[in-house]
């Protein structure tokens, strides 16, 4: 299983971003919230989205979850 996490801080377009741990645009850490381990990137935005109504995968590590 992979650690996602999602990132506290919107995107200019009000996305908040999930990465998958080791991600090369993983944000500073302090910006992060923990998602836990999921097998894929689907099940990590569903749990995002119980904190952020506008969840989106990062187009880098998560493309199939990659919406906008």
Partial sequence: ???????????????????????KFMPFEKNLLELGGHKDCASAVEVAKNTYDQVNGCNTCCPECHTT
Avoid: I, R
């Fill in 1 to 23: 299983m992979a650690q996602f996490y999602v990132n506290q801080n919107q995107q200019t377009n009000g996305d908040h971003e999930v990465h998958e741990e080791g991600c």
